[in-house]
């Protein structure tokens, strides 16, 4: 089973990015795929994004895009997303989560979990 | 984009009890669904997927039906280790959480 390792908290300010990494011990995601979703505070989940790797695809929910960039270094078997000019409301624990399959399929495995607080 | 409906938001039960959440589609989905637990402080689990398809490991006693845009978790005897939130997800188009159903102890 894979494990997803992610990266320790962080405090950002308003209108600077903040680079969340997410590394798969026990699988890979190359033949998968890798999502990101937030959680607010006292909220619930928001999908934010998948990459295929297999495909070279990347697709983005409509609110975040132009503004999140997810990638993966398959060397390394590690996902990442970047998310530019952060907001206040941009406060949230955020999670990796493995794709079952390539393509879209429900999510099976899924990170620890990463605290961005923003913060002026 | 498809939005998911769930009902109700929360849920009062007790140890023991049959439990039903409610999850609808804006536009069917075929059986392109997947449920999932979330404890507090953790990440979220997925108990099923595919409307109705158990995940490894996850107990009996958790149950999905329906296809199209109407969907069902049931909970047949209630343990002190479901209470927790629920979230219906879709995955026909991209993907979309419902906003969750909390299980509390009545």
């Known amino acids: 089973q894979v494990q997803l390792v992610q990266s320790g908290a962080e405090v950002k300010k308003p209108g600077s990015s903040v680079k969340v990494s997410c590394k798969a011990s026990?699988?890979?995601?190359?033949?998968?795929?890798a999502s990101w979703v937030r959680q607010a505070p006292g909220q619930g989940l928001e999908w934010m994004g998948t990459i295929t790797p297999i495909f070279g695809t990347a697709d983005y929910a409509q609110k975040f895009q132009g503004r999140v960039t997810i990638t993966t270094d398959e060397s390394t078997s590690t996902a990442y997303m970047e998310l530019n000019n952060v907001r206040f409301e941009d406060t949230a624990i955020y999670y990796c989560a493995r794709v079952r399959a390539a393509g879209i399929s429900y999510f099976d495995s899924w990170g620890q979990g990463t605290l961005v607080t923003v913060s002026s | 984009d498809i939005q998911m409906t769930q009902s109700p938001s929360t849920l009062s039960a007790s140890v023991g009890d049959r439990v039903t959440i409610t999850c609808r589609a804006s536009?069917?989905?075929?059986?392109?669904l997947a449920w999932y637990q979330q404890k507090p402080g953790k990440a979220p689990k997925v108990l099923i997927y595919k409307a109705s398809t158990l995940e490894s490991g996850v107990p009996s006693r958790f149950s999905g039906s329906g296809s199209g845009t109407e969907f069902t978790l049931t909970i047949s005897s209630l343990q002190p280790d479901d209470f927790a939130t629920y979230y219906c997800?879709?995955?026909?188009?991209?993907?979309?959480f419902g906003q969750g159903t909390k299980v509390e102890i009545k």
């Open positions: 997800q879709q995955y026909d188009t991209y993907w979309t």
């Open positions: 536009q069917s989905i075929s059986t392109w």
């Open positions: 026990g699988g890979t995601f190359s033949i998968y795929a």
